[in-house]
């Protein structure tokens, strides 16, 4: 067997895909599903990924499952979404984080490797972190340029043992400001020349799975000019002028429900290629919300396609409004639907 260790952003995550059988121990009797056949992992590959995270509750019922390959669960575990996923070919895999600190010690490693395969056979999971047929997946920084908090990895090296990456391209504002204003989530031309770095260093782009944002961030602003520049408080972190006090994080379906009372509406950023849009909140203070759309993650699922990537994902899919309001069914199906955009890439 091998042990496998993963990291990258602001957590360090394993998620490998084994394909465990009834021959280790699950048998009929133990099997959630009314077909038991579901219990039995997944066996089939896809040349394109769609990878979701899921963080719990019942939002999964209204996903995309014709386009879904993978879902990794970080929430409470669900019988019924495994079952379903499985009828539908899809994998679901397990949570599996553990501290740099912790992997390096030869006794706890065994003890964190035993204790998650044990709980992934008894959820009759497709998997994680001990890996029988190679099936292994590896979540990594939106650039390998060291560029999150000076974590730096040998990528060429982990890519080598993964059947691919998952690049967290998002929270780039984070990790590299030069002045103390709001800015997009995920820029265009930013997000792109992280894959672009991992392709120059020779990992292959049948190796990189886009991770797109499906939230956003809610800026405080000490003033907002004409011009739409919303300048921030400056409360330093580490090395970077301006920390993440200065905003918070908001999903898509609550965002979408602001556009309407906003000062602006949904604008868009010509040289960022993102959508934001303005309020003013009860205190009379201005605001300025960034976030991803149907229109910014087309332009970067047209750059999977065109570069040949393994596939897509987002953090995290739960982030949609899945009621059955037609607006919200549209809203949804619209972002969706991006995931597989045909248009043309925008220089």
């Known amino acids: 067997m091998q042990v496998l260790l993963a990291g990258g952003g602001a957590r360090l995550l394993l998620l490998a895909i084994a394909r465990l059988s009834f021959c280790l121990g699950w048998g009929c009797g133990a099997c959630p599903c009314d077909d038991c056949a579901l219990c039995d992992p997944i066996s089939a590959t896809r040349d394109f990924e769609v990878f979701v995270f899921d963080v719990g509750g019942k939002t999964w019922k209204f996903y995309d499952w014709s386009q879904i390959t993978t879902v990794a669960t970080f929430g409470k575990y669900d019988p019924d979404l495994m079952c379903y996923a499985h009828s539908k070919g899809a994998r679901v895999v397990l949570k599996g984080d553990i501290s740099m600190k912790e992997i390096v010690s ?30 292994v997946t590896f979540d990594v920084s939106w650039s390998p340029t060291c560029i999150t908090y000076n974590r730096c990895y040998n990528y060429s090296g982990i890519a080598d043992f993964c059947d691919f990456m998952f690049v967290m391209s998002y929270d780039e504002a984070s990790q590299g400001w030069s002045k103390c204003i709001a800015s997009a989530n995920a820029p265009y031309k930013q997000t792109i020349s992280g894959y672009d770095n991992y392709i120059h260093m020779g990992i292959s782009p049948k190796k990189l799975v886009m991770g797109v944002p499906w939230y956003g961030y809610d800026y405080t602003c ?73 229109r910014s993650i087309s332009q970067k699922a047209a750059y999977v396609k065109e570069r040949g990537l393994r596939g897509i994902g987002m953090w995290h899919a739960n982030c949609l409004d899945y009621s059955r309001s037609s607006a919200a069914q549209e809203q949804t199906k619209a972002m969706w639907e991006a995931l597989k955009s045909k248009q043309a890439i925008r220089k």
């Not at 490693?109 to 009759?124: F, P, S, V």
């Open 222 to 294: 000490l003033g907002l000019s004409k011009a739409h520049v919303c300048s921030l408080a400056k409360i330093p972190f580490q090395l970077l002028p301006c920390s993440e006090a200065n905003r918070h994080q908001v999903t898509y379906r609550i965002i979408m429900n602001w556009k309407n009372n906003s000062l602006s509406g949904i604008l868009w950023d010509e040289k960022q290629n993102s959508p934001y849009l303005e309020y003013k909140d009860s205190n009379g203070t201005f605001h300025q919300v960034w976030f991803d759309d149907p």
């Open 106 to 135: 030869p006794a706890v490693r065994a003890a964190w490797i035993k204790q998650k395969t044990d709980l992934a056979k008894k959820q009759h999971m497709d998997g994680i972190n001990i890996d029988i047929e190679q099936k």
